[in-house]
């Protein structure tokens, strides 16, 4: 393995960053303390990922001699080559049209789709004083932590790495203690009402038959 002009490109760390957790924080406007929490540990698994992307590829040099081994003939340090389960999976082609990649543009997709919805109904009804329980929020209690746990399994997809692999399930327990704090405190405020709304309305995988709460 030789150094490689595919990495330490730290304007395009900086510029996808930034890109990834304005579109994150535009769909959701952070305003409690538990939002800015969500935000932040889904801005740090993308500050990793691009890191390795395009900055220091870390994964690649500790996994170095089994690569070398495994995959002789095989640049790591080329960028295409970067999409470990490309090679992993022995794909052949180009890596950004293999089927990984389109799952993971797809799940990255709907994931940011998922958080644009969920944020719209969520935002009305913190501007009345309801409950969200409308649109993506009908089909299941945590539309928008799920949008987050989409985007980041859609770039493990295409770009794996040791920390960001190690973050995400973390990251995922993070969400759903969030989220029974935010069902707590939603217990607190509508009693009977969010109870009913628990009872019919799963917390994660989504009801495609939507319920209709008239006195919320």
């Not at 040099?61 to 089994?66: D, N, Q, R, T």
């Not at 790591?76 to 990984?100: C, I």
């Not at 990649?101 to 719209?120: D, K, R, T, Y």
């Not at 993070?174 to 939603?186: F, G, P, S, T």
């Amino acid at each position: 393995m030789h150094e490689h002009e595919s990495y330490g490109l730290w304007v395009l760390v900086i510029l996808n960053s930034a890109i990834f957790i304005f579109f994150a924080f535009s769909f959701t406007k952070p305003k409690t303390q538990r939002d800015w929490r969500s935000l932040g540990a889904f801005s740090a698994f993308i500050v990793a990922l691009f890191t390795e992307m395009y900055g220091f590829p870390l994964t690649i040099y500790f996994l170095s001699g089994w690569l070398a081994e495994k995959y002789p003939g095989v640049d790591f340090l080329a960028h295409e080559n970067g999409h470990l389960l490309h090679t992993l999976f022995g794909f052949e082609g180009n890596a950004h049209f293999d089927p990984l990649h389109i799952a993971s543009n797809v799940l990255i997709v709907l994931g940011f789709f998922l958080l644009a919805s969920a944020w719209s109904v969520l935002h009305k009804a913190q501007q009345a004083g309801t409950l969200a329980a409308s649109g993506w929020y009908a089909r299941m209690r945590h539309p928008q932590y799920v949008a987050f746990i989409l985007i980041m399994f859609g770039f493990l997809l295409q770009w794996p790495t040791l920390p960001t692999v190690l973050m995400f399930p973390v990251l995922v327990v993070v969400y759903m203690r969030l989220a029974e704090r935010e069902e707590q405190a939603a217990l607190q405020e509508f009693g009977d009402i969010y109870r009913q709304y628990m009872d019919s309305t799963p917390a994660w995988i989504p009801s495609w038959k939507a319920m209709s709460f008239k006195n919320i």
